[in-house]
């Protein structure tokens, strides 16, 4: 099994910042890419991606605002949230594309999904 969990969501007022983390854990033999997304009633957005290397791709609403990174040794992807505005008010959820060996030898990749962490930009 494999478990995606989020933490450091929270209540911040504009101009603030947040850090939030994804870890995964269970039995698995690597990662490939890492993703955060957000969501809002109707909407799912992905908003930056992270590959096994460590290369980042934003979207233009986070870019030069949000910094994705990762700690391969932990599992973890980060987020790094800073200049928050009210619109990035959103359900914060990580996916990560997990690869488990099969009986055969060879490695099955699949995405998993966080359950997501509330982020709420407000004064």
């Known amino acids: 099994q494999v478990q995606v969990v989020e933490s450091g969501g929270g209540l911040v007022q504009p101009g603030g910042s947040l850090r939030l983390s994804c870890v995964v854990s269970?039995?698995?033999?690597?990662?490939?890419?890492m993703r955060w997304y957000r969501e809002t009633p109707g909407q799912r957005d992905l908003i930056a991606s992270i590959s096994r290397r460590g290369v980042p791709n934003y979207a233009d609403s986070v870019k030069g605002r949000f910094t994705i990174s990762r700690d391969n040794a932990k599992n973890t992807v980060y987020l790094q949230m800073n200049s928050l505005k009210p619109e990035d008010t959103a359900v914060y959820s990580c996916?990560?594309?997990?690869?488990?060996?099969?009986?055969?030898?060879?490695?099955?990749?699949?995405?998993?999904w966080g359950q997501g962490t509330q982020v709420t930009v407000s004064s």
């Open positions: 269970g039995t698995f033999v690597d990662i490939r890419d």
């Open positions: 996916k990560a594309d997990v690869g488990r060996r099969e009986f055969t030898g060879g490695t099955t990749y699949t995405f998993y």
